[in-house]
């Protein structure tokens, strides 16, 4: 039985919590840090580019992110690196990178240590 507050409200983006007790997932956050967006000197998951990272039993791996912007000049590039930087892990057997434009990446998603690095603490 669904409860009302289940269903998201019309407009929000139907995005999968992460999988976060997977033995794979602190590798797989430490591989995304080793990406970096040509344009910003900080990592895409602390840029909080990384929107979401599910693992299945299998060692399947699913990875929803957001660029900086649209018009970024690696849009069509940076799924590989993603992939590439995770895909030697031991015990993942694929990985799937998706760009999602929604909802839309602001500044407001960096971790403390992008703004840090950015100087906007």
């Not at 590798?27 to 895409?44: G, L």
């Not at 929604?102 to 603490?121: C, I, T, V």
Request: net charge negative; glycine share 8%.
């Amino acid at each position: 039985m669904n409860d009302e507050s289940d269903i998201p409200a019309e407009g929000t983006p139907l995005i999968k919590p992460s999988t976060v007790d997977h033995p794979l997932y602190d590798q797989i956050v430490e591989a995304c840090r080793t990406v970096y967006d040509p344009e910003i000197p900080v990592n895409i998951y602390d840029l909080g580019l990384v929107y979401t990272i599910e693992i299945s039993e299998e060692g399947d791996v699913a990875i929803a992110m957001s660029l900086t912007a649209p018009g970024c000049p690696v849009a069509g590039e940076m799924p590989g690196w993603v992939a590439e930087a995770i895909e030697p892990i031991p015990g993942v057997r694929q990985v799937n990178v998706e760009v999602v434009w929604e909802p839309q990446w602001g500044m407001d998603m960096m971790s403390d240590e992008a703004r840090l690095e950015l100087g906007f603490m």
